[in-house]
Nanobody
Framework: QVQLVESGGGLVQPGGSLRLSCAAS????????MGWYRQAPAKERELVAT???????NYADSVKGRFTISRDNAKNTVYLQMNSLKPEDTAVYYC??????????????WGQGTQVTVSA
């Protein structure tokens, strides 16, 4: 069974920084795109950033220049460095990964979510 384990959330003041981590484990032939999404109260889940296995990145306009996504393919881990945090960044952040299993199926797995709160 494949699972994603997230860490690094918490409470931070506006202008502060946090680094989220998400490690994939289990039976996977290959890990493809990985990404971060977030969901604020009473809002739909939205894309924050994604990264391909080759390191090509994509960001939501609201986080460009402030957040940086990266990955360590050897560890099947994706990171999200969040700088200059704003109160509107407050949300539950979810990690996501696409992978191929040994039956050659392309599947998607989600993490359990980690709370990020930006408040004075």
């Amino acid at each position: 069974q494949v699972q994603l384990v997230e860490s690094g959330g918490g409470l931070v003041q506006p202008g502060g920084s946090l680094r989220l981590s998400c490690a994939a484990s289990g039976s996977m032939a290959r890990v493809n795109d990985m990404g971060w999404y977030r969901q604020a109260p009473a809002k739909e889940r939205e894309l924050v950033a994604t990264i391909t296995s080759f390191g090509i990145t994509n960001y939501a306009d609201s986080v460009k220049g402030r957040f940086t996504i990266s990955r360590d393919n050897a560890k099947n881990t994706v990171y999200l460095q969040m700088n200059s945090l704003k109160p509107e960044d407050t949300a539950v952040y979810y990690c996501n990964a696409g992978y191929r299993d040994y039956q050659l199926r392309n599947l998607i797995v989600w993490g359990q979510g980690t709370q990020v709160t930006v408040s004075a």
